[in-house]
């Protein structure tokens, strides 16, 4: 039951919800705060990595307070509690990946649509694996969601591949926008 209702659709929480986040790291430049905050010794590539670091860990503590409210409840019907932890971290990863992407958008110099892309890659993830079967799409095609290469966490079943693209994702998105954020002007 996990795996449908905390993995499955959890996926899709947790991808909009680091879509929020990326939000929140768009809206300093979005409102015109940023100019004021670069006026200090502040450097672009710090504030980006600073706030960027920030949403990464508001999905962690978001999977892991999940996490924590469920491991009670699998520990008393006798299962492993540790596994529903480590399944926790598996969707954090899962939800940094959809923040890389939208980091990246941000340093490219697209911050009004970077919540927008990071959510519509995230819906089309879920939509893919979920629909993709019904569909009767190639499975190829069906293998380009990243909700297909998350395993069975909450059961400690892993796919490590698929974790280690979920990594990837989240640290290039990460140092791609890093790296653009701080060789553009900022733009009103």
Do not use: K
């Amino acid at each position: 039951i996990l795996e449908v209702a905390f993995v499955a659709f959890g996926s899709l929480l947790i991808g909009l919800a680091g879509a929020g986040f990326v939000a929140g790291v768009a809206s300093d430049e979005n409102g015109r705060r940023l100019d004021f905050v670069l006026s200090t010794q502040l450097t672009r590539a710090r504030w980006f990595l600073a706030t960027s670091l920030a949403a990464f860990m508001a999905v962690a503590i978001t999977t892991l307070v999940a996490g924590f409210l469920i491991a009670p409840t699998v520990s008393a019907v006798g299962g492993n509690a540790f596994d529903s932890l480590l399944g926790s971290l598996v969707l954090a990863l899962y939800g940094c990946a959809f923040v890389g992407i939208g980091l990246a958008v941000i340093g490219l110099g697209r911050p009004r649509l970077a919540a927008v892309v990071a959510g519509a890659v995230s819906i089309a993830s879920y939509l893919l694996g979920t629909l993709g079967n019904a569909l009767r799409l190639p499975e190829w095609v069906i293998d380009l969601s990243l909700s297909e290469h998350i395993g069975r966490p909450m059961s400690g079943v892993f796919d490590v591949g698929g974790i280690a693209v979920m990594a990837l994702l989240g640290a290039a998105g990460l140092l791609l926008g890093a790296w653009a954020f701080s060789r553009r002007d900022l733009r009103g």
